[in-house]
């Protein structure tokens, strides 16, 4: 009987170890494992929407700004102005400033860049009157000219993109045209 019982025990081993083969053979193989996936590669910026540089998209927003609150204050002067000069100058500078903004708003989408409108300045002008505000006004465009100068200035001579650096250059001259006035006026009103 154990020769029986050796030879079934055998038999039995053979066929579970089959059974087991034959199972193997049939299970699916696992999947291997997934190669990883690269992040894509961003496209460079081609053609006209091609987004300026960091520095000339600060230039372009701070243009935007000085823009903005140059013509909130020419608004503001050319509503209060006593002085029919003062008052000319400053319904100048809305018309000349409003259309420079309108370019600078197209130059900028054309960048993919994204502009904000300005809130209207909070500023001790608007409590003047009279020659007080006149001079107050005339006083706080050198300061304004003088710094929109120094601003467009830098971009012209420093910006990386072309066409923003262009239209910086371009502006220069009327803004020292709006300086060389604004101190004419600021002569007269002392």
Request: aromatic fraction near 4%.
């Amino acid at each position: 009987m154990s020769r029986a019982l050796a030879l079934a025990l055998t038999a039995a081993s053979s066929l579970t170890l089959a059974a087991a083969t034959q199972a193997q053979a049939q299970a699916p193989k696992p999947a291997p494992e997934p190669a990883p996936i690269a992040a894509p590669m961003p496209k460079a910026p081609t053609g006209p929407t091609m987004a300026a540089t960091s520095a000339d998209s600060v230039f372009v927003a701070k243009a935007a700004e000085a823009g903005a609150k140059e013509v909130d204050f020419a608004k503001l002067g050319a509503a209060k102005a006593t002085n029919t000069d003062v008052k000319a100058f400053a319904q100048r500078l809305v018309q000349d400033h409003t259309a420079v903004n309108t370019e600078l708003a197209a130059l900028a989408k054309s960048k993919d860049l994204k502009i904000r409108a300005s809130a209207k300045p909070q500023t001790e002008l608007a409590k003047l009157s009279g020659a007080a505000f006149d001079k107050a006004f005339v006083a706080l465009m050198v300061k304004e000219h003088e710094a929109a100068i120094a601003l467009f200035e830098g971009e012209s001579r420093d910006g990386r993109d072309a066409e923003v650096k262009e239209w910086a250059a371009k502006q220069l001259p009327a803004l020292r045209e709006h300086l060389t006035q604004a101190k004419s006026l600021k002569t007269k009103e002392s």
